[in-house]
């Protein structure tokens, strides 16, 4: 058996590179990691997003196949949006063993702290075809004309 067939599970092999990465960014660009999201580092950037800024809201749209919609959490607490959610096997029978396995099957837990313009009321979520879809809505302050 040679070095590399040792690790059966992909993400077994990463973990200790990715962590070493994670820190490494986290000291030397604290600013940059505090802007993208609490623990967008350690926490092993799953799911992969993407985040776009309108003039009226922020749309995240998060990849994330072989879930149904109840295996999906999505919570608001004060400043901070986590996504999270569980993947399994789905081979029922365990008696096999892998010839290659590079599918990622385990929890996950991802945060992203909210903009002060950003109304925590009014969050629109959709998941369809592994594609989960986020709507954050921005405050608009009205001005009140006094007479």
Do not use: C, W
């Amino acid at each position: 058996m040679n070095n590399l067939t040792r690790f059966l599970d992909r993400d077994e092999f990463l973990i200790p590179f990715d962590k070493i990465f994670d820190k490494m960014m986290v000291q030397q660009f604290p600013e940059f990691t505090k802007e993208v999201g609490i623990d967008f580092f350690y926490a092993g950037s799953y799911p992969k997003v993407d985040a776009m800024e309108f003039s009226d809201r922020v749309v995240i749209e998060a990849e994330i196949p072989g879930l149904k919609k109840e295996d999906l959490g999505i919570k608001v607490e004060n400043d901070i949006l986590t996504i999270s959610g569980n993947k399994r096997d789905t081979v029922e029978d365990k008696t096999g063993k892998y010839i290659v396995r590079e599918l990622k099957r385990s929890s996950f837990k991802r945060s992203f702290k909210l903009q002060e313009n950003i109304d925590r009321k009014s969050i629109d979520a959709k998941f369809e075809h592994g594609m989960l879809l986020i709507t954050l809505k921005k405050v608009t302050k009205m001005l009140k004309l006094l007479k």
